[in-house]
């Protein structure tokens, strides 16, 4: 840390974590769900992913400042995901060791004890093409055993019917405690880094099932004065980052 240097916060960490799955990605469409994500996005496009497309979510392509830079028909935009030239950053509800993903419901699906947002494009987005997951509050009431409901399909389901996952790979999770991953021979999860100040056994209590933790575990990596000065001064300055994340 430079003198004079603000330290980065745990949000700006996640910030970070989330623009790593983009990294180099070349001509695909970013598609970040939550905040968290959208500023990732963002940074990514300024910084090392500069082939990045973006969107408002409705029908326009658009630049880091958020101006348009040309349309974007739902047909086309269903075109990039079922082409595999699109990479999603979901919430979840619940997540399981897999990466199985749910979205829909808690509890029984024919007697919920509580509805939630429906599958909507989940499958889809999984099977066809890249999907991370955002957590902004990692506990073991999301990262749990088993989900209730299957929505985002994971490594577990797919091993089970290998033709209809030919294209399904789940890159990494970030919560707001660490970056996850399935990297381990049976493609469970596994701790990839923790953010700084977050502790190993902290983590193992916030998650509801064993993960598979590394002999070294990583930190997150810092973000730099260039990326930091673009997040506080132009992609969020007024620090909405930090509602949604707090150190």
């Known amino acids: 840390m430079s003198a004079g240097r603000v330290a980065a916060t745990r949000a700006e960490y996640c910030v970070v974590a989330c623009a790593e799955a983009?990294?180099?990605?070349?001509?695909?469409?970013?598609?970040?769900?939550?905040?968290?994500?959208?500023i990732g996005a963002r940074l990514a496009r300024r910084t090392f992913s500069p082939d990045l497309l973006l969107t408002d979510g409705e029908a326009m392509l658009i630049g880091p400042e958020g101006t348009p830079e040309g349309w974007l028909p739902y047909r086309d935009h269903?075109?990039?995901?079922?082409?595999?030239?699109?990479h999603v950053m979901m919430g979840a509800s619940q997540i399981d060791r897999f990466g199985n993903q749910n979205i829909s419901c808690v509890g029984d699906w024919a007697r919920p004890r509580r509805q939630l947002l429906g599958v909507?494009?989940?499958?889809?987005?999984?099977?066809?093409n890249p999907t991370s997951y955002w957590i902004p509050r990692h506990s073991a009431r999301v990262f749990v055993e088993k989900v209730d409901m299957v929505c985002g399909v994971g490594y577990d389901r797919v091993a089970e019917h290998?033709?209809?996952?030919?294209?399904?790979?789940?890159p990494r999770v970030v919560s707001d405690l660490g970056v996850f991953d399935f990297g381990t021979p049976d493609r469970s999860m596994r701790i990839a880094s923790l953010h700084p100040g977050v502790t190993l056994d902290r983590v193992l209590e916030a998650t509801g099932f064993?993960?598979?933790?590394?002999?070294?575990?990583?930190?997150?990596?810092?973000?730099?004065?260039?990326?930091?000065?673009?997040i506080r001064e132009v992609?969020?300055?007024?620090?909405?980052?930090?509602?949604?994340?707090?150190?």
Do not use: C, K, Q
Not at 78 to 86: C, D, E, I, S, Y
Not at 120 to 128: D, E, F, K
Not at 235 to 246: G, L, M, P, S, Y
């Open 210 to 230: 064993a993960l598979a933790v590394p002999d070294e575990v990583p930190r997150t990596r810092e973000p730099t004065a260039e990326e930091l000065r673009l």
């Open 22 to 38: 983009w990294r180099d990605a070349g001509e695909i469409l970013a598609s970040p769900m939550g905040l968290i994500p959208s």
């Open 78 to 86: 269903l075109a990039l995901v079922t082409g595999g030239r699109r």
């Open 235 to 247: 992609i969020d300055r007024r620090n909405n980052r930090a509602r949604e994340v707090a150190d």
């Open 162 to 170: 290998p033709g209809a996952g030919r294209f399904h790979r789940i």
């Open 120 to 128: 909507r494009g989940a499958p889809v987005n999984t099977l066809n």
